[in-house]
């Protein structure tokens, strides 16, 4: 390296042109990196404009249209359905706004390209022919008779595909239009990268190369100075090292023990008093703590001083509203960050109820847990002791713990609420509304038993009769979701239950609806089929539950299929159906209370399937299904086989177990 260095030195022409060629290079890279990415900018920022100014309003007023499209056929079809003059109106409203799209669109696809105008002429042209057909078809002019208006939309239905292609085709085209104008932007940069990539690389070759030669000589004279340094600065970080060690230490043991506190109860005010009572003396001389209430106000909930008559004055504020929040305080509890801050007057006031200020520091922290703002800490430092940067994170966190603790505590209370709400309605329910309801009941069964009542008359009161049983029946629902959601099992009272008499009730309650609904009705069982030991009343309500929801599905000319078989200690229970299926994502969700997919259109309460599952687990079964879309849809459920069959005890907990 020596030898080297004396070689450089000894050669005084190359020298010269060593450093001389490198700067020259240098200067010339350091111009192309200034002028190279300014041309590029400029290129790709007007590309960029033209997407943002022409081509994107463009694809937006496309897509606009298209919508506007596919919304035409729902208020045509609800202007024949109901009659009401609201989905003309709307109807008009979509063609104005398709109208002012296609005025934007004239001006805007002209900027573009002829091939977007071709589309858009095309998308003109289906649109106008579906409108004359709706005008003349007289879709919204008057009501049709439904053979008539189906008859008429059969026919103009092509139209108003072609018009939904139309604007999809000229939606894709202008997406395809931005999405070239940003791989040319892309490529562009990726241009313009390397070859800034290229230029950096050369200056930087050439200015090591001058910077070498500097460098050599700089070395040698650094080299002992560097060493001192070293040594010095290894010596201060050791030092620097143990202190934060043993402060981390003590902060670390310090956050154990809070955390510890502030899980010790699930009471609000007692964790916030909890709060502050860790904060003084350990932290600060001062610590107010208020909570948000509804009302979008601040109420003192805990206050401490070190001073025990000081304290006493605070807590006497406990409990009061404050509405007077400094403007400090309110940007800190925007911003969501903890903060030093000093003590202006205002703040001392809002803090300890008096005037003054003093030579202090404050350290506020927001209260925040779930995205939501809980309250604000305030800690104040003794005067003449100000806090440093070093407190605020050990503040912060304790902050943290104390958010999860309060958060906790109003997630148990509001859970405690929840449970007494739950009770109070399942009592409302369980009386309040089966007593007038078993009155109604009884009047129509003795109405029903009159002789003297006309065919209208009698029709009245088997509508008001059947009413109210099913009624009963969904306040039974509504009473056994409610055992479910509370963590209870149903009640069963197992016994011994042959299949096929189970299988022949169910035959016998739905054939008649099948047949009113042209669909196929199967039962079979595996032959020999042992009995189950169940509730018969429960299990027929699971298999009404999946029968009659399998008659609602499955459109006419369909299949339902209900087969049982042994499977290990169990028998298999299937009832399958050819209607149009369940979506995938939907299959998690169709066994909780009140869900109802897409295709029910409300068709009731959607407690059957939560119920049927509760009604299995309480036998010591399970309850699943299969399904894909437009392959129809299969239940399986299991019950356990009777003692005497399976050579097992029949309690259903034993099954469960077995299970």
């Known amino acids: 390296m020596r030898a080297n260095r004396r070689s450089i030195w000894r050669v005084g022409p190359e020298s010269t042109w060593t450093t001389v060629l490198p700067v020259a290079f240098i200067i010339v890279s350091l111009l192309s990196l200034v002028v190279l990415p300014l041309v590029v900018s400029n290129h790709t920022a007007e590309m960029r404009r033209e997407i943002t100014r022409v081509a994107e309003p463009a694809r937006r007023a496309a897509n606009q249209i298209q919508m506007d499209l596919s919304a035409e056929l729902d208020k045509i079809i609800a202007f024949q359905v109901t009659g009401q003059e609201q989905y003309r109106t709307r109807y008009l409203e979509l063609l104005q706004r398709q109208e002012q799209n296609r005025t934007a669109l004239l001006a805007l696809t002209a900027q573009l390209s002829p091939t977007l105008e071709q589309d858009l002429n095309s998308l003109f042209v289906q649109t106008g022919s579906w409108h004359n057909g709706v005008d003349r078809n007289e879709f919204l002019t008057r009501s049709l008779p439904s053979e008539v208006f189906t008859t008429r939309l059969f026919e103009q239905h092509p139209a108003y595909e072609k018009s939904l292609t139309a604007a999809s085709e000229l939606e894709v085209a202008l997406q395809e239009g931005i999405e070239e104008r940003l791989r040319k932007i892309r490529e562009a940069e990726r241009w313009n990268v390397s070859l800034t990539i290229i230029l950096t690389l050369l200056a930087l070759t050439s200015a090591m190369l001058v910077a070498g030669l500097g460098r050599q000589m700089r070395l040698l004279a650094g080299e002992a100075t560097l060493r001192r340094k070293d040594a010095e600065r290894e010596a201060s970080e050791a030092k620097l090292a143990r202190a934060a060690a043993e402060m981390e ?15 010790a109860s699930l009471d609000v005010e007692e964790t916030v008093a909890t709060v502050a009572q860790l904060i003084v003396p350990n932290l600060a001389e001062v610590c107010v703590v208020d909570v948000a209430e509804s009302a979008g106000t601040w109420r003192r909930a805990a206050a401490r001083h070190r001073d025990a008559h000081r304290d006493a004055e605070l807590v006497k504020k406990i409990g009061e509203i404050r509405r007077d929040v400094p403007e400090a305080l309110v940007r800190i509890l925007e911003a969501r960050q903890a903060k030093i801050i000093g003590s202006s007057s205002e703040v001392y006031e809002y803090v300890t109820g008096s005037s003054g200020q003093g030579n202090r520091t404050m350290i506020v922290t927001p209260l925040i847990s779930r995205g939501q703002t809980l309250g604000v800490i305030i800690a104040m430092a003794g005067e003449g002791r100000p806090f440093s940067s070093s407190e605020l994170p050990l503040l912060a966190e304790l902050a943290r713990y104390a958010s999860l603790a309060i958060d906790n505590a109003r997630l148990y209370l509001a859970s405690q609420q929840a449970a007494t709400a739950r009770q109070e309605v399942q009592a409302i329910v369980s009386h309040d509304l089966r007593s007038p309801l078993n009155a109604v009941m009884l009047g129509a069964s003795l109405l029903q038993t009159s002789t003297t009542l006309s065919p209208d008359d009698r029709e009245q009161v088997d509508t008001m009769a059947l009413s109210a049983r099913r009624m009963g029946r969904l306040i039974d629902d509504l009473l056994d979701v409610t055992r479910l959601e509370g963590g209870k099992r ?35 069982t595996a032959q020999p089929l042992p009995a189950v030991h169940a509730d018969r009343d429960r299990v027929m309500q699971v298999l009404s539950n999946l029968i009659g929801n399998a008659l609602k599905f499955t459109p006419p000319g369909g299949v339902v299929s209900t087969r049982a078989e042994r499977s290990d200690d169990f028998v298999l229970f299937t009832v399958s159906d050819t209607g149009p299926g369940i979506a995938s994502q939907d299959l998690p969700d169709i066994f ?39 392959a129809g849809t299969r239940f399986l459920f299991t019950l356990p086989l009777d003692g005497a069959e399976s050579g097992a005890p029949t309690s259903t907990e034993e099954s469960a177990a077995r299970r």
């Open 249 to 263: 230490e003590r902060r670390s043991a310090f956050l154990a023990s809070a955390g510890q506190e502030l899980s």
């Open 490 to 524: 149903l009640p069963v009272e197992p016994a011994r239950v042959e299949v096929s008499s189970l299988l022949e009730e169910a035959r016998d309650l739905f054939k008649a609806q099948a047949s009113a609904s042209s669909i196929s009705l199967r039962f079979s």
């Open 592 to 630: 909780n209370p009140y869900w109802q997919a897409k295709r029910a259109e409300r068709m009731g309460a959607g407690l059957g399937l939560a119920i049927s599952r509760g009604i299995v687990e309480a036998h010591g079964g399970r309850i699943w299904a299969e399904s894909e879309p437009q």
